[in-house]
């Protein structure tokens, strides 16, 4: 296929948008569009370091343009945020591509925006799997553009980062959860220690398995039967009602499904899961403030689910490596987190959200501090 062929039309449609009440001084958004193949996806650029932002593409039927923009706008913003507390010296992107079956074609023109993006406007967007996207679908981004992340590299006699982020997410949450514990119940170990997981997908088998080898003892639902029953024999877990795990009597609620799901039928001592956007009130941070109150220790979910996006950034590096960074950046950031919430009396969200505009503008300063030290 030719270049001219697979170039989609890239569009600044950033002054459009500014008026949607989910904006929140975004750099830049992009519309990519590509009438070929029917592609019509938007880059949703919230923050750059050193010229770069990382953040997963998904694809999804919106209903109209304001919910498209409502999700990509939320959701590059929560990136910023997990960037910066991860330490990681990039901003926070998410693009979203607006069909319900992507193909090969209009994958490799969504890759094609990306380089005409860089070429044209000097800003490396680096896209990796979300919803809905899989590697074979990332592979054909891959020929058009190198910012790609995702995609498993070829294993030789030591095991790479890569691909599949789940493993990854599930080591820096079963860390969180051990800091938690030790925060909350001064506990070192998790030997006898009670959990609820809900949902057993690509991260909570793998957080069920960390903690079953930990000796803790486990409580788990999944809406998928099948799902349900690989953990429960594997583990030892004991199958829970999907309507009961949130308001069990357990040492640790471990959210790792939907969002939304922090409320006040939450009985554990301790949140501590995966899950995305926990919180309905992420701004405000109303649930984070609620669970304070009660006497339950939260642990914010972009902190606590980094791992995945520390293992795609590191990408290639040796797979232990990677572990021990993730653990250790993990839980740094929440036993910072915690006792700062406890001097100032304030909720764990919001202290996690200051300290991610701290580290924000420290990032961004650094560079050009050395800059002024290359010149000096
Ligand atoms: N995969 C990652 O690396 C990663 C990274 C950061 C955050 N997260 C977040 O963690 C959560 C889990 O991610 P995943 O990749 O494991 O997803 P997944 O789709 O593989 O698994 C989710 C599981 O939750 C189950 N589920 C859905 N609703 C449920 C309910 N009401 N009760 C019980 N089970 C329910 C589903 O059946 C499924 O098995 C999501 O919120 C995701 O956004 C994932």
Known sequence: MSEQMIDPVVTDITADVSAHPEFSNHEKVFEVAHEASGLRARIFIHSLIEGRALGGCRRWTYDDDAAWNA????????????????GLPLGGAKAAICHSDPSP?????FGRGIAMIEEQYGMTYITAEDVGITEAL????????QNVRGITPEQGDVELSGGDPGPFTAYGVFVGLQAAVKHKMGRDDLSGISVAVQGLGDVGYYLCEFLHEAGATLYV???????LNRVANAFGAKPVDPADVISMKVDVFAPCAMGGVLSEDIRAPIVAGSANNQQKDEIGNGESKMLRARG??????????AGGLISVYYEGETKDKVMDMIGMQVQTALEKIFTIADKEDADTASVADALAKEMLLEKKLQPVAEQEKAAA
């Open 71 to 86: 999700d990509g706008l939320r959701l590059s913003r929560g990136m910023t945020r997990k960037s910066a507390v991860a």
């Open 105 to 109: 074609m209009m994958m490799r023109a």
């Open 138 to 145: 990332l592979k054909e981004v891959k020929k058009e553009t």
């Open 221 to 227: 639902a999944d809406l998928d039967q099948e799902r």
């Open 296 to 305: 339950i220790l939260y642990a914010p979910d972009y902190v606590i689910n």
